[in-house]
């Protein structure tokens, strides 16, 4: 029945398009509408997960036609992401196969929402964040060579839109913290599993924020501060992740080393940290500085040409970022 009415309603949708032109054209979006309608929230995501608000309101607008496909129209999916999991609403539509599965959502906004958490919590996406925010192009060659879509013209495509309508100024604005910006909350809705659903894994970092324990990010990755008591298998039945992953995320070597009031992460951390570098204190060791930065140890023995399990001391400089000099440091220091 379900199927059926969707049918149904696709007819009616082509119907209006191909033989009331005038309908169409009052009711369609034009491009600056658009634009003007999403672009704090671009802003908002950008400042929240370092995804560039160019580039997401390029993908919305070439993705949703800037707001008129049918599945912006009938599923509220401004960014053509398919269901992978999707415990929501879901919405049958023949994209590079027939009848393919794509997510569902209430408002508009959730899909700009979900975008973010998306890109976040796939770890094939997880390089594009070590580029620089203001690098429109290389985000855009990232995201095609990361699978995002199977056009090979669709950095070429970003780019242009960009370009042609000036959205780098939304990521010079999200830059500017002098800039504010309101953005509606619209997304409890998207947040809130349905009922008796089961959330797949990979979905859980928009799920999170509808939960009691508060969600916070830092250096773009998710994380809870733990509470007295709290061992990883204890915040996977409340979290919707596995206890592997909290171990693994964490470093834990025992499930007693989790702390009263330390960060917990619920994604993997990154290549590098949100400073420059860090000035050791007396008791502190390399996975203290891995856990407080949310820096991959690998990554953190590297930048410092430390050999595994050496020990910083006292009034050491740590980098976070670039490396020391070392032959592998010089020849992928970024400028």
């Known amino acids: 029945m379900r199927q059926l009415l969707q049918s149904i309603s696709k007819k009616l949708f082509l119907i209006i398009i191909c033989y009331s032109p005038m309908l169409h054209a009052q009711q369609r979006m034009e491009i600056e509408e658009y634009i003007e309608t999403y672009k704090n929230i671009a802003i908002s995501e950008m400042r929240a997960s370092g995804i560039p608000a160019s580039i997401k309101m390029a993908q919305a607008i070439l993705e949703s036609g800037f707001g008129n496909s049918e599945l912006a129209v009938y599923a509220n999916n401004h960014f053509g992401i398919k269901c992978h999991g999707w415990p929501g609403l879901t919405y049958t539509y023949t994209d590079d196969e027939p009848d393919e599965c794509f997510r569902k959502y209430s408002d508009p906004i959730d899909s700009f929402y979900d975008h973010t958490a998306f890109l976040t919590s796939r770890p094939w996406y997880a390089f594009l964040f070590d580029l620089n925010q203001m690098d429109y192009k290389a985000w855009a060659h990232g995201l095609s060579q990361a699978g995002y879509a199977t056009n090979p013209r669709y950095p070429e495509l970003l780019i242009n839109i960009i370009e042609r309508h000036s959205l780098y100024r939304l990521d010079q604005k999200a830059a500017d913290p002098v800039f504010a910006v309101s953005v509606p909350d619209r997304g409890n809705n998207l947040r809130q599993p349905a009922q008796g659903s089961i959330p797949g894994r990979e979905n859980f970092a928009p799920i999170l924020a509808s939960r009691q324990r508060q969600i916070g990010t ?42 009263t009031g330390q960060r917990i992460y619920l994604q993997p951390k990154r290549r590098k940290g949100p400073v420059e570098y860090h000035i050791v204190r007396a008791g502190e060791t390399m996975a203290s500085i891995s856990q407080v930065y949310g820096i ?40």
Do not use: H
């Not at 008591?229 to 964490?250: C, M, V």
């Open 296 to 335: 991959r140890m690998e990554n953190l023995y590297r930048r410092n040409d430390m050999t595994f399990g050496m020990e910083p001391r006292p009034g050491q400089r740590i980098l976070l970022q670039g490396y020391k000099g070392s032959v592998f440091g010089y020849l992928f220091r970024r400028p």
């Open 218 to 259: 830092f250096n773009r990755i998710n994380y809870v501060v733990a509470r007295d008591g709290d061992t990883p298998q204890l915040l996977e039945q409340e979290l919707d992740i596995r206890a592997w992953q909290i171990r693994r995320y964490n470093d834990l070597v025992d499930d007693r080393d989790i702390e």
